[in-house]
C-alpha cells in the first residue's frame, strides 16, 4: 500500500505508479520563446513576480497494475490523458 512516484520511466514499468519525464521538444519550444523575449525585452520578471519557472514541459507514465493494486480505478479516458502507460497493452 505504498505508491512510489519517480522521474524515470523504467521505475513505472517495473512497479511505481506514476513517474515523469520532460518533454525535450515542448521545452526547447518554452526556451526558444524566453530567449527570444529576454533578447527583445531584456531580462523582464514573470506575472507573479518571480524570476523562476516551475517545469510544466512534462511527460507521465503510469502503472495500470500498481492502480488496480492500490484500489485506484483508471478508466479508459484517464488512460488517455498518460503519455506512457505500463504494462504495455
Known amino acids: 500500500n505504498l505508491a512510489v512516484i519517480s522521474n524515470n520511466p523504467a521505475h513505472a514499468s517495473k512497479g511505481a505508479l506514476i513517474s515523469t519525464l520532460p518533454d525535450n ?6 526556451l526558444a520563446e524566453l530567449a527570444l523575449r ?16 516551475p517545469l510544466q514541459d512534462l511527460k507521465f507514465a503510469v502503472n495500470r497494475r500498481t492502480a488496480d493494486h492500490l484500489g485506484l480505478a483508471l478508466s479508459i479516458e484517464r488512460q488517455r490523458s498518460f503519455d506512457f502507460i505500463f504494462p504495455a497493452r
Open 25 to 30: 521538444v515542448a521545452l526547447g519550444h518554452r
Open 38 to 53: 529576454v533578447s527583445v525585452d531584456g531580462p523582464q520578471p514573470f506575472a507573479d513576480g518571480s524570476r523562476v519557472l
